[in-house]
């Protein structure tokens, strides 16, 4: 897999909203230009898969970096806060 292609991926995902949620992958599998590249749709299923998780796993981050931000800042009702919005937002 090519580093700068997943990135590219990565960042059209985000660009889309709030990919997990899209029922039609095979929309994004023939649309994409970095997708329309791979031979099989097997392997841009593949890819597709890859990028939604690493998407997940940076937006999980940016809201564990919030967290940690706010109890370094000791703002201790915004962790409450945001540590009560965090299952919410793991849910979504």
């Not at 700068?4 to 909203?17: D, K, M, P, W």
């Not at 599998?29 to 940076?58: F, G, N, P, Q, Y």
């Amino acid at each position: 897999m090519h580093r700068q292609a997943f990135e590219t991926l990565v960042q059209e995902l985000s660009n889309l909203g709030s990919t997990p949620m899209l029922p039609a992958d095979w929309i994004i599998c023939t649309d994409s230009d970095i997708l329309r590249d791979l031979r099989t749709m097997v392997e841009r299923r593949k890819w597709l898969k890859k990028a939604k998780a690493e998407l997940t796993r940076r937006l999980i981050q940016e809201r564990v970096d919030e967290i940690a931000e706010a109890w370094e800042c000791e703002d201790l009702s915004m962790v409450e806060v945001l540590v009560e919005a965090f299952p919410k937002d793991l849910e979504l």
